[in-house]
């Protein structure tokens, strides 16, 4: 497309159920100036002759496969889309989530009031079936504390698709998606422009992202206590420790994450992970802590396996500032979604009512 102001890269696999929706709330957007690349990641269902069918007769969307030499994930498709990119600006989406029809034009106006801005981040709520329904996150209106602490101890500030940014500085900064993470990307990205110095605002405008909370079972948030990412979850802690080791300020941060990675492993994924996370650098600074928690293994593997609230007893009881310190975070997380979640529906209560009937023509 000519003069192509903004680029859009979808992912997409195995998506047949909601793709629909995406597809039509972005070409229902007042922003019309677009391509859009969707990446199908070799489906398995009926999801490309959905899209197919739904953009056959619109030149802003193009179809690609991703190419056979690729490896196989949703960062691939992003680093392949971003390639293929041309516009001004670039966002990234989902395929089973919704935006609102001013998302384009909301976030590519704010872009050029701020010409010094590598990114800036918008609002993003987490629905259940409709946009103000709200379940679970909500992203994109600032967060208590450094973002970097919030993206260690993952009390997400913002998401991916919560932003926009800059194309040309997403290739001066080399911002790729790491194909070695099979969770945790989004907050990589993040983290990696962040480091990277990139300049970036919070937007605080209209909610325009809408996050599926409930219904893909093939998402990556329903596959975060498998087996298969355990090593991920160990990667994305010595990569980021690597990074930010050398902030005395993100210690804190940093125990928070390894509890929860300590109290996943012992739970779901058996002995050896826990062992190789206690051997990590993170814990080399607290060899105490370590030698309680590796008592704790030893009684559990003499006792049998603990269920939930148990676990969350036995390491309070073992060692209770490593469990406060995580326990006060993610208090401080939910006090302030619940605020947030009130004062939304406060404050938009008009705008809901509107695109929940605007959603609801779209299905």
């Known amino acids: 497309m000519e003069n192509e102001i903004l680029s859009v890269v979808i992912p997409m696999y195995n998506a047949e159920k909601y793709v629909s929706c995406m597809i039509k709330s972005i070409i229902y957007q007042s922003f019309k100036n677009f391509r859009v690349y969707i990446i199908d990641d070799h489906s398995t269902d009926n999801s490309m002759a959905v899209t197919h069918e739904l953009v056959k007769s619109d030149s802003r969307f193009s179809v690609i496969s991703r190419p056979p030499d690729l490896p196989k994930g949703a960062q691939s498709c992003r680093n392949y889309g971003t390639e293929c990119s041309n516009g001004e600006y670039l966002i990234y989406l989902d395929a089973d989530d919704w935006i609102a029809p001013y998302c384009f034009e909301q976030r590519v106006n704010f872009m050029r009031m701020h010409g010094k801005l590598d990114f800036a981040v918008f609002p993003m709520l987490g ?37 926009i940014y800059r194309l040309s500085s997403i290739r001066s900064n080399h911002l790729i998606w790491d194909l070695n993470l099979k969770s945790l990307q989004d907050s990589d990205f993040n983290m990696t422009a962040i480091a990277n110095g990139a300049c970036y605002k919070l937007s605080y405008g209209k909610p325009d992202y809408f996050y599926r909370v409930l219904g893909n079972d093939s998402s990556i948030g329903k596959k975060i206590y498998s087996e298969e990412h355990a090593k991920s979850h160990l990667y994305f802690l010595q990569k980021q420790w690597k990074r930010f080791k050398n902030q005395k300020q993100l210690e804190g941060s940093f125990l928070v994450l390894s509890c929860f990675l300590f109290k996943l492993f012992i739970e779901f994924m058996g002995e050896a992970y826990c062992y190789r996370l206690l051997d990590s650098e993170v814990f080399s600074l607290h060899p105490k802590l370590v030698g309680k928690l590796k008592k704790l293994i030893d009684v559990q593997r003499k006792v049998g396996m603990w269920n939930h609230d148990e676990l969350n007893r036995t390491i309070f009881r073992v060692a209770p500032f490593f469990a406060l310190r995580y326990k006060w975070m993610y208090f401080r997380w939910e006090c302030q979604q619940c605020f947030q979640r009130i004062w939304l529906n406060m404050r938009y209560y008009t705008l809901g009512r509107k695109l929940n009937k605007q959603y609801s023509s779209l299905l």
């Open 127 to 163: 629905m259940r079936k409709k946009p103000f329904e709200l379940s679970g996150m909500v992203l994109g209106y600032g967060s208590i504390g450094n973002d970097l602490d919030n993206f260690i101890c993952r009390t997400l500030p913002f998401v991916v698709v919560s932003n």
